[in-house]
Structures are given as structure tokens and as C-alpha cells.
């Protein structure tokens, strides 16, 4: 072995002991430490201070340099076992609450409260035998005063969110008013505090959010939010009046400003909305319902009166505006159905648009249906258009009304018509008599022409007959008897036979008898057989059984036997055969009336 080998074992050796001899010391340091720990411990658990106690008996139990006491250790941190745990838990429990404050995690730091509440329950218990120790540990960490500033903190940010979010509009995010309901009362120094600051952070929020909205146009928008919003407070045990004041403030200012515009329409689809609104809400009542209540019905009787007063358009655009309100449609109905009675053509043009249609009239309720209307046009063609009790409307026509025609009148003929067949009269004018007359019945497969005949006037009878004072008989186109070329028949029957009424015969107002009886019969009107002898025009002299009559009309008279209707008013002289070299006869003078 070398000098310089030997040198470095000794070096070796040396430092091998004096590693022993250091860690020796440590040792008995730490017996001497372990051994003082305990007689601390000692003395502040005879002193009955167990919170010090308990930490120098752990000191003390954690020392492993010596096995000293172990039992009489064991023992007293049996004991105090409670406040180990106590120290454990809300050491634990500060720990969290500073990581949620550093990481602004609200949910953790409620957590942490909500578990610092449970712990105290636990450890103050009246069952626990060291629950008076339970306060001086919780202030040995300051968890309290660190989680009154964590709240505080938390109370600021949010309502600096409200603030941002009232900035930009934001209607949806309402999660900074339930983290602030959720901050305990203690946290804003008790209930009363807390919802008196809350309700005056969250009305000053809402209120300027709900006017905003309005404000915008977003009507629906507010009131759903509104209900939502009240719905959320509810569910939170949170009184929140100003919701609904706000609200119907709004809504009365928005109908107020509907009314004056008179904009019904906008008025009834508000009203619309905040039903539905209140209806929602639970709500069975508000001044505002009445108002709407009231003003919807200022509408409709305003209506109902410019129905009277024949403003069909002006009620009937009310009832269409407030429809959206509530139905209206019957009343739309009756005001288009007093429109469609009081100006029928509109009915004519609704079955067909394109004629100008002249001489209408119309009626309600007749004829099976719910409105009528009837016309002609230029052309002549008469018009016949019902609305059907369904509402639905059919139209007829004809063509059989002579063109040339001037129509004075069209309408109804109350006579010939029935509870479920109108007849239409057309009246127009006569180059031969008074009137130009046309009927035409109205059936489900068109009109059908009844009669047609130039007259002076008729009469229908109680068998629905027509008694038609001097018709014009004969003639092109013209229906009825004939007595003699360019005759006239004062009193003509027509009956009715099948689709159309013919001429029968004239009325009887005159007696029959023969010609030598004439002188027995002055001033009546009679009916007699005669031949003449002599014609002419005006003027004829007739003979019977040696016996001579005059005869005197508008008639051009010709020889021939002729059955005379006139009447015998006077008598004149004359001479037969014009021979005047003769006796004057004295012969009856017959005024005609009528041939046959």
C-alpha cells in the first residue's frame, strides 16, 4: 500500500465518522425536541387549551427519532380526534376557496361555502363533545373574512356583466341575477339588505332592457321576456312587481299610440299579444285589459253605427282591423250583406264583373237565399243574381228582351213570385201603347219568359191570371186574340198554360143581346149581331130584320155580317139608300168599341 493510498482511507475514515457523529447529534436533537414536545403538549392540555394541544401532540407523534409515550400520544389525539378533524376540514376548505377565487370559478366558491355551512353543523353540534372549539379554528384560517372578500369580488363582477350586457343588448344571458341571488344574505348583511339592493340592481336592469326592447319594435319580444322573467323570479321565491308594471306601462303607451294613429289593426294585434301575455302569467285581470276592453268596444260600435249610415267600406275595414283581436266575421258578414241590399249591383258583379249594369234593385232574405239583385244592361238583357244562404252566389240571364226597347223600369212582380221563384217585370216603351211589358221566372236552370205584351196596364188576379187593359193583339212578335186587323181589345184575359201565359179571350163587361132589342138597352154596354149593308170608314149602316142600325168608331167598317161591342147612347134621322124623296128614318146610333 502506498503513502498516498494510506492518506486517503484515513481522509475516508475521518469523514465516516464524523458523518455518525453529526447524524448522532440530529438524533438526539430530535429525541430532545420529541421529549419537549410532549411535556408542551402536556401542559396545554392540562391547561385545557386541546387546539394547541393537539398540534404538539402531532408534532410529536410524526417525531419517529425515539419511541417515547407513544401510548400516553396515541391516547390524547384519540381524544382530541375532533379538532384534528376540524383543522383537516377547513384547512382543506380554505385551500379551495382560494384556487376558486384565483380562477373566478363562482359554482367552486359555492361549493366551498355550501360545505363550510355542513361542516359547521357537523363540528357545533350539540352532540359533539368539542364543538366551542369549532370558532377559534375556523379564525385561525380567515376562511370566513377570505370568503366575504371572494363574494364581494364576485358581487362586483356581476354587476359589471349587467352593465356590459345592458350595453349591448344582450336579452338572454340572465346568469349574473342567479349568482347574485345565490351569494348568501350574510355576504350583503343580511335578507333584508340583500333584496333590497337586488331589487333595485335587477328593476334598474329589467325596466331599461324591456324599454329598449319596446322601444325597437320587439313588442313580443317584451312581453316573452317579461313572462319568462317573471316565471325565472318565481321559481327564485323573488318578488319582482316591477316586471309586470313595466310591462303594462309599455303596453299602454304602445295602444295608446296605436288609438291615436288610429291604427286599429296594430291596436288588435297588441291586444292580441298582451292577452296572450296575461294569460301566461295566470292573469285574470289588469287596467290594461280594460283599457283594450274598452276601446275595442268604441271600435265596433263606431262600426256598427257606419253600418247604419251606409258606410259599408269605412265598417267594414274596422271589423277586418279588429279581427285580429278577436273574430269578427259575422259582423264582417252582415255589414257586406247590408252593403250588398242597400247597393245591389255589387252582388250582380260578383257573379259576373263585365256588363254595365243599369235599372238594379235588390232586397234580403227573399227567395230562399240571404240577398237578391236584379238589372238589365245595354243590350237588354235582364239579370237575376242571388246570394245563396251558404254564401255562395248564382247568376241568370236572358236574352229574350227585344233590343230595341227602351227599358224604363226592372223589378220584382210581387204577384207572380213566390217564397221560392221571383218573377222580374220589365217595363219599357210602346209605340202603340203605354207600356211594353215582359215577365221572366226565375229557375234553377235559367229564366224563363212568363209573357210579353204592349198594353196599357194589367192587373193580376186572384187565380194568377192576367187581366190587361188594351193589349195590342196581332201583330209580329206579339202574343194574345186578334179581332180584326189593327184591332184593339180594351180588357184581354191571359192564362197562364205551362212556361207561359197566352191570351184566352176579353173580359165580359157588356150584355148580350139581339140587335131589334138595342132601343130597350140606352147607355149599356152590349153585344149584338148585325149585317152591314153599307161600310165605310168611321161610319156604317147596318140592317136586321128590316130594322137599321148605325154604326159609329174608329173602325173601317165592311159589308158583311159582324158582331158589334158598343153602346147605344142616341138615335138620328136618316134616309135609306140616301133616297130623300122618302120618309127619314129614325135609327139608333151604336158608338163601337170592338169588333169581333
Known amino acids: 500500500m502506498t503513502m498516498k493510498n494510506a492518506l486517503t482511507l484515513r481522509n475516508l475514515y475521518i469523514l465516516l465518522c464524523a458523518a455518525a457523529l453529526v447524524l448522532i447529534g440530529v438524533k438526539g436533537y430530535d429525541m430532545n425536541r420529541k421529549i419537549d414536545w410532549v411535556a408542551t403538549a402536556g401542559q396545554y392540555y392540562d391547561r385545557k387549551d386541546l387546539i394547541n394541544a393537539e398540534e404538539w ?49 363562482f359554482d367552486g366558491l359555492m361549493n366551498v361555502y355550501a360545505d363550510l355551512v355542513a361542516a359547521k353543523k357537523e363540528y357545533m353540534a350539540a352532540s359533539q363533545p368539542l364543538a366551542a372549539y369549532y370558532p377559534k379554528i375556523s379564525a385561525m384560517y380567515g376562511i370566513s373574512e377570505d370568503l366575504t372578500k371572494d363574494f ?19 336579452v338572454n344571458d340572465n346568469a349574473f341575477k342567479w349568482n347574485l341571488l345565490a351569494i348568501p344574505a350574510e355576504f350583503y348583511g343580511g335578507a333584508e339588505a340583500k333584496s333590497k339592493q337586488l331589487s333595485g340592481k335587477f328593476q334598474s336592469y329589467d325596466e331599461a332592457l324591456m324599454a329598449r326592447m319596446a322601444g325597437a319594435g320587439q313588442y313580443q319580444n ?12 318565481k321559481s327564485r321565491s323573488f318578488k319582482a312587481n316591477w316586471v309586470k308594471e313595466k310591462a303594462d306601462s309599455l303596453t299602454r ?9 288610429e291604427q286599429a289593426a296594430n291596436f288588435a294585434a297588441h291586444a292580441k299579444m298582451y292577452t296572450a301575455y296575461m294569460a301566461g302569467a295566470g292573469m285574470k285581470q289588469s287596467a290594461v285589459q280594460d283599457y283594450i276592453t274598452r276601446q275595442i268596444g268604441t271600435w265596433l260600435k263606431g262600426a256598427d253605427r257606419k253600418v247604419k249610415n251606409h258606410k259599408y267600406e269605412e265598417a267594414i275595414a274596422i271589423y277586418q282591423a279588429l279581427s285580429g283581436y278577436e273574430d269578427t266575421e259575422d259582423k264582417i258578414k252582415a255589414a257586406q250583406l247590408a252593403w250588398t241590399v242597400h247597393d245591389p249591383v255589387r252582388l250582380l258583379q260578383s257573379a259576373d264583373p263585365s256588363p254595365s249594369y243599369d235599372f238594379v234593385s235588390g232586397g234580403a232574405d227573399r227567395f230562399g237565399g240571404k240577398a237578391y239583385a236584379i238589372g238589365a244592361d245595354g243590350s237588354n238583357t235582364v239579370y237575376f243574381t242571388q246570394m245563396n244562404s251558404d254564401e255562395t252566389v248564382q247568376g241568370y240571364s236572358s236574352h229574350d228582351f227585344p233590343q230595341g226597347a227602351a227599358i224604363r223600369k226592372v223589378s220584382i212582380e210581387p204577384s207572380l213570385s213566390t217564397g221560392s221563384t221571383p218573377v222580374i217585370l220589365v217595363e219599357a216603351d210602346s209605340t202603340t201603347r203605354k207600356a211594353l211589358y215582359a215577365a221572366y221566372e226565375v229557375r234553377e236552370n235559367g229564366m224563363v219568359q212568363l209573357f210579353q205584351f204592349s198594353a196599357d ?5 186572384s187565380d194568377k191570371s192576367l187581366l190587361v187593359t188594351n193589349p195590342e193583339i196581332g201583330g209580329d212578335s206579339m202574343t194574345g186574340g186578334m179581332d180584326a186587323a189593327g184591332g184593339t181589345a180594351p180588357e184581354a184575359i191571359y192564362e197562364r198554360r205551362g212556361d207561359a201565359y197566352e191570351f184566352t179571350g176579353f173580359q165580359q163587361d157588356f150584355t148580350d143581346i139581339v140587335a131589334t132589342d138595342l132601343p130597350s ?5 152590349v153585344r149584338f149581331t148585325i149585317y152591314i149593308v153599307q161600310g165605310g170608314q168611321g161610319e156604317a149602316l147596318a140592317e136586321m130584320e128590316g130594322s137599321y ?15 158589334v161591342i158598343g153602346t147605344y147612347n142616341e138615335s138620328e134621322e136618316m134616309y135609306p139608300d140616301g133616297d130623300q124623296t122618302v120618309e127619314p128614318v129614325n135609327v139608333p146610333v151604336v158608338d163601337v168599341e170592338r169588333l169581333e
Open 521 to 525: 138597352h140606352p147607355g149599356e154596354k
Open 222 to 233: 317584451m312581453l316573452d321576456w317579461s313572462l319568462s322573467m317573471m316565471a325565472e323570479y
Open 457 to 461: 196596364g194589367y192587373s193580376v188576379q
Open 549 to 563: 142600325i148605325k154604326l159609329r168608331g174608329n173602325f173601317q167598317f165592311t159589308e158583311g155580317s159582324v158582331t
Open 57 to 105: 401532540y402531532q408534532k410529536a407523534a410524526a417525531n419517529r427519532s425515539i419511541r417515547y409515550k407513544e401510548d400516553l400520544i396515541a391516547s390524547r389525539l384519540k381524544k382530541l380526534e375532533p379538532i384534528t378533524s376540524m383543522r383537516q376540514s377547513l384547512s382543506r376548505l380554505d385551500q379551495r376557496a382560494e384556487t376558486a377565487a384565483r380562477n373566478r370559478d
Open 152 to 170: 364581494k369580488q364576485f358581487q362586483s363582477l356581476f354587476y359589471q356583466q349587467a352593465k356590459d350586457q345592458l350595453a349591448q343588448g344582450n
Open 253 to 261: 303607451t304602445l295602444l295608446t299610440k296605436d288609438v291615436q294613429g
